[in-house]
């Protein structure tokens, strides 16, 4: 069974500055999906970015961008420019490859981030 | 296209009762996820469902049931509650395959078990 885990229950950063959080993940797969959601006080999850295991290349979403170290099995997001809405606790999930995504996400405990204005 | 829906957004129930939750998908997404989110356990997989049949179902007992229409809209059956069962449940529709997908996740329903 994969495991996720983000070591950071919490993270504090100042607006417009950069913060990076973490996450790892234990699989013995090789062709997987990574993904971080977002979700706000209102409580509907969003997805942030996503990344497909077999492309080397870093995602990119406007302020958002991963480092994918699979040989690690690491998984971190940076945001860039901290912004006031970007507060909210950040998940990051695994999905095999196999089985057509039925076997559905497996997600980290979360990360809420603060943004000190 | 609206989002994806869920009803009630909350529920009060006391133990040994059974509640349905619902889930409408956006329009045209075939694909239904259920996640049970309790601050012990984090977000966990529940079950998925595709044109109305069960593909996948977490480690969840037999007491956490669904089902899928042929409108796309799923329901969670819950029997016999216990008071581990209070949580937030999500519903999510899929858009999309592999890479390209997409989860839309829900607003969720708040359970609670007295």
């Known amino acids: 069974a994969q495991t996720v885990t983000q070591s950071q229950p919490e993270m504090s950063v100042q607006e417009a500055e950069t913060v990076t959080l973490s996450c790892t993940y234990d699989?013995?797969?090789?062709?997987?999906?990574l993904f971080w959601y977002k979700q706000p006080p209102s409580r509907q999850m969003i997805l942030v970015i996503r990344?497909?295991?077999?492309?080397?290349q870093n995602a990119t979403e406007n302020r958002f961008s991963v480092n994918f170290q699979k040989a690690a099995k690491s998984f971190s997001l940076k945001i860039s420019d901290s912004q006031l809405g970007d507060a909210a606790m950040y998940f990051c999930?695994?999905?095999?490859?196999?089985?057509?995504?039925?076997?559905?996400?497996?997600f980290g405990k979360g990360t809420h981030l603060i943004i000190q204005p | 296209k609206a989002g994806v829906t869920q009803t009630p957004r909350y529920l009060i129930k006391t133990r040994g009762q059974q509640v349905t939750l619902s889930c409408s998908p956006i329009?045209?997404?075939?694909?239904v996820s259920w996640y049970q989110q309790t601050p012990g356990q984090g977000l966990q997989f529940l079950f998925e469902?595709?044109?109305?049949?069960?593909?996948n179902k977490g480690n969840f007992p037999g007491r956490f049931s669904g089902r899928q229409f042929s409108n796309s809209r799923s329901e969670m059956n819950v029997s016999t509650l216990e008071l581990g069962d209070s949580a937030l449940y999500l519903c999510?529709?899929?858009?999309?395959?592999?890479?390209?997908?997409?989860?839309?996740f829900g607003p969720g329903t708040r359970l609670l078990v007295l």
């Open positions: 999510a529709s899929r858009e999309g395959q592999g890479y390209q997908e997409t989860q839309y």
């Open positions: 699989t013995s797969e090789s062709d997987y999906y």
């Open positions: 990344q497909e295991a077999y492309k080397q």
């Open positions: 999930a695994y999905r095999s490859r196999a089985g057509g995504g039925a076997d559905g996400l497996t």
């Open positions: 329009s045209g997404h075939r694909s």
């Open positions: 469902y595709f044109s109305e049949t069960q593909r």
